[in-house]
Every structure is written in structure tokens, then in C-alpha cells.
């Protein structure tokens, strides 16, 4: 089964995969499937497979938040005037965001309290900047930092890293992951402003 058009540019998603990226389990993604909710067609292998084009037609009628990767402007660079920080700490998230705004008040910043709504936004605004927690509900610090940095469609923000977790072996690993900065909590805020305005200045 084809649809008209370059074949280099059809991207077919399975099940699976449309699960992770709706923050969903895989059996709601087959329920959709099996519906009729959301179109798709059958491997020789009976395996479900879903268009992206019909995976967007699916979403927008829905109402959803655009997954990572799905939107027209994947390719677009990263907005170096916008920030995003991600930390399910209430708080410290305002926290930060009001010093942010007082510091470099030239700066759009964004705000996220978990992986899922993090991942849209990441897509959707683009933000050069990423201040990430590593302990979030939806989807862990790691595989955030892992994919917006080696996926194009984010256009290869600066990722500030933050945790209150105490391991040694933290900071290397996400520097392997390709991580910018690493700070550990309670935050010197005066650290994540110099790091932003050094960063900028290079882009």
C-alpha cells in the first residue's frame, strides 16, 4: 500500500512508536487502530502501521498536543531568544523563571512540569535554551536530553541540566549524552544566567 508522492519522505510509524510519542500505552495506540480512530494498514506480518500524515490528521482532530518530531517545522533552527525550563517543582520552576526575567529580560521563557508536555513543547517552540531536570513524570531527564540532542527536528538547543539527585556518576553521563551544562540543587541561580548569556553570545 503507497501514497503518492517522493517515497524518501514517507515516514510510517508503528504502534509502538505512536504509543511513545502520545504518551500512551501501546494497547490504547491499538485501540485507536482498531476503532477506526486513527488509519492505518497491515504488514504482511499483521503488524499495524500508521502514515504520518494520518498520524497528524488523527491528532489535530483530536485536539492533542503535536508529538516530538511531527511538526511542518522539524528542520527549523532553535530560537536562541527563548528558554524552556522543565522541572516538575512548581516552585523552582517559578523560581528560576522570575530571576530569568529579571536577569536576561530580553528572554521568552517557557515552562513545563512534565516529560510529555515537555517533549510538544520542545517541538512546538523550539527554545535554543533547555533548563531539564532529571527526575520528571512522564518521561525520565535522560531520554529527553538523548533525543534533542541528537534529533534535528529541536534544532540542537543548549541543554542545562539540574537534579537534586546525589550521583557521582550523573554529570558524566549526561555529559556523554551531550549535555551543556550540569548543576547540581539547591541552585546558585547567578551560575544558570552566566551560562545562558555566554551561550548566547556565541550564537
Known amino acids: 500500500m503507497a501514497k503518492n508522492g517522493n517515497p524518501k519522505r514517507i515516514q510510517i510509524f508503528s504502534a509502538l512508536e505512536i504509543a511513545n510519542m502520545c504518551g500512551v500505552v501501546n494497547q490504547t495506540a491499538i485501540n485507536w487502530i482498531r476503532n477506526g480512530y486513527l488509519k492505518a494498514f497491515n504488514t504482511p506480518g499483521g503488524q499495524y502501521r500508521v502514515y504520518k500524515d494520518d498520524l497528524i490528521a488523527f491528532i489535530k482532530e483530536r485536539g492533542m498536543r503535536m508529538p516530538e518530531g511531527l511538526s511542518e517545522n522539524a528542520d527549523a533552527e532553535a530560537n536562541w531568544k527563548t528558554v524552556i525550563i522543565i522541572?516538575?517543582?512548581i516552585a523552582l520552576n517559578n523560581a528560576i523563571k522570575a530571576f530569568l526575567m529579571k536577569n536576561i529580560p530580553e528572554l521568552n521563557i517557557y515552562q513545563s512540569f512534565d516529560g510529555f508536555d515537555a517533549g510538544a513543547q520542545l517541538v512546538e517552540r523550539k527554545p535554543g535554551f533547555v533548563l531539564l531536570d532529571i527526575a520528571l513524570p512522564g518521561v525520565n531527564g535522560k531520554e529527553i536530553c538523548k533525543r534533542i540532542k541528537?534529533?534535528?527536528?529541536?534544532?540542537?538547543?543548549?541543554?542545562?541540566?539540574?537534579?537534586?539527585?546525589?550521583?557521582?556518576?550523573?554529570?558524566?553521563?549526561?555529559?556523554?549524552?551531550?549535555?551543556?551544562?550540569?548543576?547540581?540543587?539547591?541552585?546558585?541561580?547567578?551560575?544558570?544566567?552566566?551560562?545562558?548569556?555566554a551561550a548566547s553570545e556565541s550564537n
Open 87 to 89: 522541572d516538575d517543582d
Open 150 to 197: 541528537n534529533d534535528e527536528a529541536f534544532g540542537k538547543p543548549y541543554v542545562i541540566v539540574i537534579t537534586a539527585l546525589d550521583d557521582e556518576g550523573l554529570e558524566s553521563e549526561f555529559n556523554a549524552l551531550g549535555a551543556d551544562k550540569f548543576f547540581k540543587k539547591p541552585l546558585e541561580m547567578a551560575e544558570i544566567v552566566s551560562a545562558i548569556t
